[in-house]
């Protein structure tokens, strides 16, 4: 498969995770604390829109043949050095790595607070992360 096709496909996995994330932002703190299956199901979507973005790091990096990160925070900083994405967004957005991990990693830890801040205030990142890829890459196809 064509590393373009598996950034349009990881794309349009991250952006139907959004999409179900938006239609839950009016969702309160305790309706978080009190309904698992809501607060589940809000967690299991970040944690795929989070790892859509970072295959598509890693896709673009190994395509590219950037120097290889050391974790996936570094994936995303590197696409900011690399003028993929803004430095300055990359930066802003790298810690949505950590996130994926405490989603993952240390599931019971999560603070239902947290998520509800990152559902309220933080999916324009993920839009934005979106924009700047598909520029890269219509630029990219550009010059080939």
């Avoid at 839950?24 to 199901?41: C, F, H, I, M, P």
């Avoid at 299991?44 to 790892?51: K, L, S």
């Avoid at 890693?58 to 950037?66: A, D, L, M, P, T």
């Avoid at 995303?76 to 802003?92: D, M």
Wanted: proline letters at 2%; aromatic letters at 10%.
């Amino acid at each position: 498969m064509e590393a373009g096709e598996t950034v349009a496909r990881k794309l349009m996995s991250m952006k139907r995770c959004i999409d179900y994330l938006r239609g839950k932002q009016n969702v309160t703190v305790g309706q978080l604390k009190d309904n698992y299956e809501l607060r589940s199901a809000i967690e299991r979507n970040f944690q795929v829109a989070i790892e859509a973005a970072l295959d598509i790091a890693e896709v673009i990096i190994s395509e590219e043949g950037f120097e290889k990160p050391e974790d996936y925070r570094g994936a995303i900083l590197t696409l900011g050095r690399e003028g993929v994405l803004p430095a300055r967004f990359a930066r802003r957005f790298a810690p949505a790595a950590s996130f994926r991990n405490l989603l993952v990693h240390a599931y019971a830890d999560v603070d239902v607070e947290r998520l509800h801040g990152y559902l309220v205030k933080e999916l324009k990142d993920f839009d934005e992360f979106a924009r700047h890829v598909g520029e890269y890459l219509r630029g990219r196809k550009a010059t080939r």
